[in-house]
């Protein structure tokens, strides 16, 4: 079964860390791009970071950057988000995400959506 | 950064009705335009990819539409599963904006 499992939030004060970790399986982890969406309490969806298979390229939200970063392992199968200098609007749910690659034939190109999703794990900032 | 903007933020309709929940970039984005499905409590699921391909598994009453700017997700006959939240989102370029949601509920 392909499965996204994220671990590593609770509650912290503003201005300080936490690490999320999220363990894939299922599924050949190196040969995808992942992400992590959030979304705070009542809000939508807010893509924040990805990196590619192979670790060497990572894209994130402004909002985010120089505070998080994301990683990954692929011999364990993990991927990782470092967050620093934490704010109270950081508080939400982080989902780890898979990005998958379709093909199409008609355009001859790729294209990408987030087909596997972890079941979320909750970071609340606040003193 | 793509600014992605959806109409109507929320939307009420009945069983069997057939809905369409509109997505506009603020820029071309060709057809990178995915739809999510979100029911609360839950994770979002990919519905369509490239602006009107339809995700495996995913039931043939949902459609999407559209390029360049202006898209649409429409959902022929309306299910009781179906009431969710719904977001766009576009894969042309990195920051990959989300709409931000049509929430879709029972009349």
């Known amino acids: 079964e392909v499965q996204l499992v994220e671990s590593g939030g609770g509650l912290v004060q503003p201005g300080g860390s936490l690490r999320l970790s999220c363990a894939a399986s299922?599924?050949?982890?190196?040969?995808?791009?992942m992400s992590w969406v959030r979304q705070a309490p009542g809000k939508g969806l807010e893509w924040v970071a990805n990196?590619?298979?192979?670790?060497?390229?990572?894209y994130y939200v402004d909002s985010v950057k120089g505070r998080f970063t994301i990683s990954r392992d692929n011999v364990q199968n993990s991927l990782v988000l470092q967050m620093n200098s934490l704010r109270a609007e950081d508080t939400a749910v982080y989902y780890c995400?898979?990005?998958?690659?379709?093909?199409?034939?008609?355009?001859?190109?790729?294209?990408?959506?987030?087909?596997?999703w972890g079941q979320g794990t909750t970071v609340t900032v606040s003193s | 950064d793509i600014q992605m903007t959806q109409s109507p933020s929320s939307l009420s309709a009945s069983v069997g009705d057939r809905v369409t929940i509109t997505c506009r970039a603020s820029?071309?984005?060709?057809?990178?335009l995915n739809w999510y499905q979100q029911k609360p409590g839950k994770a979002p699921k990919l519905l369509i990819y490239?602006?009107?391909s339809l995700q495996s598994g995913v039931p043939s009453r949902f459609s999407g539409s559209g390029s360049g700017t202006d898209f649409a997700l429409t959902i022929s006959s309306l299910q009781p599963e179906d009431f969710a939240t719904f977001y766009c989102?576009?894969?042309?370029?990195?920051?990959?904006?989300f709409g931000q949601g049509t929430k879709l509920q029972i009349k």
């Open positions: 995400a898979r990005r998958g690659h379709f093909w199409s034939d008609y355009y001859s190109a790729y294209y990408y959506g987030l087909d596997v």
């Open positions: 989102q576009q894969s042309y370029s990195s920051p990959y904006s």
């Open positions: 990196i590619k298979d192979t670790g060497s390229d990572k």
């Open positions: 299922g599924f050949t982890f190196s040969s995808y791009w």
């Open positions: 820029q071309s984005i060709y057809n990178y």
């Open positions: 490239a602006a009107s």
